[in-house]
T-cell receptor, first 111, second 113 residues
């Protein structure tokens, strides 16, 4: 059974701090990695995707991928209360076009 | 550009009734995915289509569930007969390539009484 694991949280950080969200996956053949943000009662919203080892930055968000260690992380700089949401990590299942989703990490940014 | 459009947004019906959920993918996207989300099981893929053809339906829970994609701009997910354990939020997502980023619709919140 291929798995994607995330700490369910809640992860609480003060406003202005860096929030670090982590995800590990079991499928060594996975090539595509995605981070979604989901507000309560809303649909998942794509915020980052990364395909290569290293860092990818987009505004306040940085995705980091380490295929050798099978983890992907999301850093949110200058966290705002509006960043409070559940963050879902998704990994493609090798040999298919399916995503495997983690159960999500709930982030709370404290004003 | 319009995103993925799902209807209805909410559906409440009695056990045993037929339920039909609808999805219009983003124009130009050729892959479409149906998911179900519950607190207990998280987000689960039910079925996905590429170029209107069902590719993998291994996530469909049982024969009561069926999905069709008659053309590039429309898909349905049908449950017949419905049961209380089918209560969940059902999402449709589309992507421009099978391996590309998926974009989700607003979902249908389904309650079976």
């Amino acid at each position: 059974q291929k798995e994607v694991e995330q700490n369910s949280g809640p992860l609480s950080v003060p406003e202005g701090a860096i929030a670090s969200l982590n995800c590990t996956y079991s499928d060594r053949g996975s090539q595509s990695f995605f981070w979604y943000r989901q507000y309560s009662g809303k649909s998942p919203e794509l915020i980052m995707f990364i395909y290569s080892n290293g860092d990818k930055e987009d505004g306040r968000f940085t995705a980091q991928l380490n295929k050798a260690s099978q983890y992907v992380s999301l850093l949110i700089r200058d966290s705002q209360p509006s960043d409070s949401a559940t963050y879902l990590c998704a990994v493609n299942e090798s040999g298919t076009y399916k995503y495997i989703f983690g159960t999500g990490t709930r982030l709370k940014v404290l004003a | 550009d319009a995103g993925v459009i799902q209807s209805p947004r909410h559906e409440v019906t009695e056990m045993g009734q037929e339920v039909t959920l609808r999805c219009k993918p983003i124009s130009g996207h050729n892959s479409l995915f149906w998911y179900r989300q519950t607190m207990m099981r998280g987000l689960e893929l039910l079925i996905y289509f590429n170029n209107n053809v069902p590719i993998d339906d291994s996530g469909m829970p049982e024969d009561r569930f069926s999905a069709k994609m008659p053309n590039a701009s429309f898909s349905t997910l049908k449950i017949q007969p419905s049961e209380p354990r089918d209560s969940a939020v059902y999402f449709c997502a589309s992507s421009s390539a099978e391996s590309g980023p998926q974009h989700f619709g607003d979902g249908t919140r389904l309650s079976i009484l």
